[in-house]
């Protein structure tokens, strides 16, 4: 069965860190690329960012310098290292795989996991 499981949500503190990773099952990551969006209540999902199959980098301005995604093709894992979290952080954050060339086109994600839980609150 082809999956995406994501893990590593919780409850922190503003100020604290979270890493989330997702993990695929049935298929290999290493030709893909992976994307993290997040989706607060009563908001429209964005993406936060992407790693490309070669290991290039994007991230939209709010999260830069504080989230850092990283991926571990043995593994089959892609991370997502979240330090000095704020309120605004809060949301279901999803993983998700493109083969598309371009991967900081957060449109062309088409394959997902079902999600964990931040929830940045003192």
């Known amino acids: 069965q082809l999956q995406l499981v994501e893990s590593g949500g919780g409850l922190v503190q503003p100020g604290g860190s979270l890493r989330l990773s997702c993990a695929a099952s049935g298929f290999s990551l290493n030709f893909y690329a992976i994307a993290w969006f997040r989706q607060a209540p009563g908001k429209e999902r964005e993406g936060v960012s992407c790693i490309s199959s070669g290991g290039s980098t994007n991230y939209i301005d709010s999260v830069k310098g504080r989230f850092t995604i990283s991926r571990d093709n043995a593994k089959n894992t892609v991370y997502l290292q979240m330090n000095s979290l704020k309120p605004e952080d809060t949301a279901v954050y999803y993983c998700?795989?493109?083969?598309?060339?371009?991967?900081?086109?957060?449109?062309?994600?088409?394959?997902w996991g079902q999600g964990t839980q931040v929830t940045v609150s003192s």
């Open positions: 998700a795989v493109t083969l598309n060339p371009d991967y900081s086109d957060y449109e062309g994600y088409d394959f």
